[in-house]
């Protein structure tokens, strides 16, 4: 009786173990951080929610069709609306990613994240994470009570990417409504739609269909294991300011900005990068006192070159390129532990 009894638990936990060739299925590390995914409403019909309610035992329970994808175990490193996001959950975020990675028996990281700063926190790790397997971000745009809830298939998505071989060495993924997209790349476009995530400058990475997956394209810049930062020995990031840029705007809100002890400043622009005469003398001012600017733009698409309105060689200033103003926040405050020169820092833009 016993013996039959185990040769039954054998072969369930066989089933669930292994894929269909009989090899163990890639083992993927689950690493919630809160989110609308983690949210609860009162009722399943409501716009009001509170995010980062239920934790990642609960997340997993929800998709039992996780363990035919991979041997799945979580972790909890925070549980927040990603609005509340710190440098304080970054750090923590990145180091145990590195340390994951490290171990043999993990072949890829989940990361459940609220979708309202996930561009920046994928960013942030596709430059820090000092890996080739795969780490990939997911969320949802409603919350874990609601109907039609997304999480679950995100989840289950983003699960099948991290242990797929093919998204080895593409860099931090953001899987998402059945597309993955670059850390690099992908932006938020919409407040409450389950398609908010695109990619809309460079495309997307590529796509899944219930845990099947095609791949299009790998990222165009450096990032992980070629990328020049690290957070191994770093505990505290530069504080980097953006200001975002409209008509008759004042230039105290600058000189207000570097009192209060900014080290970097990102220009939300009009158009190419632009701001009015009495922001860029404030501008000026702060570039010579040693405070790093970068201009990037207010508007949704394209990039913010050197030298088109704005004579950034004369007043030392650094272009964005194609990153949006949160991500070059980001580049700019890692940028920072190494470095002030503005010339410096355009390279680093340059090349990530
Ligand atoms: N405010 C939520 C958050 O970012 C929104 C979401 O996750 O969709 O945590």
Known sequence: MLRSLFGISLLIYGLSAYGQAGKPLPAVKIIATGGTIAGEAATSAQAGYTSGQVGVETLIKAVPTLS????????????VGSQDMSDEIWLKLAKRVNQLAAMRDVDGIAITHGTDTMEETAYFLHLVAKTRKPVVLTGSMRPSTALSADGPLNIY?????????QAVGRGVLVSINDQIHSA??????????????MSPYHG????????????????????TVQSEFSVD????LPRVDIIYVYEDMPGDVVDAIVKLGAKGIVVAGVG???MPKAVMDALGRAAK?????????RVALGFVGRNVEVDDNKMSFVAAEELNPPKARVLLRLGLLKTKDPKQIQTMFNTY
Do not use: C, M, W
Request: aromatic content about 8%; hydrophobic content about 40%.
């Open 233 to 236: 020995n770093v505990n505290s």
């Open 204 to 223: 997307l990475i590529g796509a899944t269909a219930y845990g099947v997956s095609q791949y299009y394209r790998g990222p165009f810049k450096k990032h």
């Open 272 to 274: 190419n990068g632009n």
């Open 289 to 297: 006192a040693g405070v790093v600017v970068v201009r990037a733009s």
């Open 157 to 165: 998505n983003a699960v099948a990417v991290a242990a797929d071989p």
């Open 184 to 197: 690099h790349d992908v932006i938020k476009t919409d407040t409450t739609a389950t398609d908010t995530f």
């Open 68 to 79: 035919k994808v991979a041997r799945v175990s979580g972790e909890q490193i925070s549980n």
